[in-house]
T-cell receptor
Framework: AQSVSQHNHHVILSEAASLELGCNYS??????LFWYVQYPGQHLQLLLK??????LVKGIKGFEAEFIKSKFSFNLRKPSVQWSDTAEYFC??????????????FGKGTKLSVIP | GAGVSQSPSNKVTEKGKDVELRCDPI?????LYWYRQSLGQGLEFLIY????????KSGLPSDRFSAERTGGSVSTLTIQRTQQEDSAVYLC?????????????????FGDGTRLSIL
């Protein structure tokens, strides 16, 4: 079965520090990859997505992620975090085709706390 | 508003009671998903509706769980004879993906969820 692993449960950074959140998926075929963000008291929002093409994907609010097929990874990065980036971040994957094509498999999430 | 709407936002009930959770997707979105987020866990897929097709129920954890989608729009998730392990946030998402293609690159849009607490 497909699975998504996020390596860090809770990350604490000071403002202006660089961020990298790890995400690995287990599916061997072609996958679509997503990062969602959940700010305190708000619903899940799409941060960025990868379907095909350039493996370096730019998202909203200065976030980017790099798809490395050989490592089954899709790590999220931001060069300089702000206090407003405090949120929980979820990596998700879904197979390109076949049974169960559409539902997302989520990681358990990484809570990011940014200290002013 | 233009987003996915879920109600109630919070529900507290006694063990053994039945509960109904409602989801109103974004207008025009034919795909609708239910997920569950338990404490310390990621989001777990429950059920998927696409237009008038038979739903994909492969994620439902037991036969106490069922869902309907009437008229291709509003969906209701029903949990019968609730147990304490059913306590979780139940999230609904909708998408404009289509059955016209095996694969669609439309993302899912999530509602605020219903926080269900079983006493």
């Amino acid at each position: 079965a497909q699975s998504v692993s996020q390596h860090n449960h809770h990350v604490i950074l000071s403002e202006a520090a660089s961020l990298e959140l790890g995400c690995n998926y287990s599916y061997g075929g072609t996958v679509n990859l997503f990062w969602y963000v959940q700010y305190p008291g708000q619903h899940l929002q799409l941060l960025l997505k990868y379907f095909s093409g350039d493996p370096l994907v730019k998202g909203i609010k200065g976030f980017e992620a790099e798809f490395i097929k050989s490592k089954f990874s899709f790590n999220l990065r931001k060069p300089s975090v702000q206090w407003s980036d405090t949120a929980e971040y979820f990596c998700a994957a879904r197979p390109y085709s076949g049974a169960g094509s559409y539902q997302l498999t989520f990681g358990k999430g990484t809570k990011l706390s940014v200290i002013p | 508003g233009a987003g996915v709407s879920q109600s109630p936002s919070n529900k507290v009930t006694e063990k053994g009671k039945d509960v109904e959770l409602r989801c109103d997707p974004i207008s025009g979105h034919t795909a609708l998903y239910w997920y569950r987020q338990s404490l310390g866990q990621g989001l777990e897929f429950l059920i998927y509706f696409q237009g008038n097709s038979a739903p994909d129920k492969s994620g439902l954890p037991s036969d106490r769980f069922s869902a309907e989608r009437t008229g291709g729009s509003v969906s209701t998730l029903t949990i019968q004879r609730t147990q304490q392990e059913d306590s979780a946030v139940y999230l609904c998402a909708s998408s404009s993906e289509s059955t016209l293609a095996v694969y669609s690159n439309q993302p899912q849009h999530f509602g605020d969820g219903t926080r269900l607490s079983i006493l």
